[in-house]
């Protein structure tokens, strides 16, 4: 259950950066940067629930992660050049935490915990 806890963490984390970085540097919608930027702050509200092991925080993130990995398909559809691999990256990782946080938050239930 750690491992999924660990998987879960790192992944989120992970997506942070990578839409930070993307919006910022690597390709954004502008020279510069772009206020496309904020769509990371979304990501900060489930972080410190994610990383302390919370139950409730592996219930509801998985349904916020859910937008970025639509976001991910649409632009990996639709962009092109470098955009197209961070848009699956961010895809990959959507889907990484959102099997993470679900499997956690399954096999953290109390009524597995007695077993």
């Not at 993307?22 to 489930?46: F, I, Y």
């Not at 139950?55 to 976001?71: D, G, H, K, V």
Request: charged residues 15%.
């Amino acid at each position: 259950m750690k491992a999924l806890q660990h998987l879960a963490s790192a992944s989120l984390v992970a997506l942070i950066f990578l839409c930070l970085a993307w919006e910022l540097w690597l390709a954004p919608l502008r020279p510069g940067g772009s206020w496309l930027v904020l769509k990371t702050l979304p990501l900060l509200a489930p972080l410190m629930g994610i990383l302390k092991g919370r139950r409730y925080t592996f219930q509801w993130a998985p349904m916020l992660i859910l937008a970025y990995f639509s976001e991910g398909v649409v632009r990996a559809w639709s962009d092109v050049g470098m955009s197209v691999w961070l848009a699956a990256a961010e895809t990959g990782l959507s889907t990484v935490f959102f099997f993470a946080a679900i499997s956690y938050a399954r096999l953290a239930a109390p009524s597995r915990r007695s077993r």
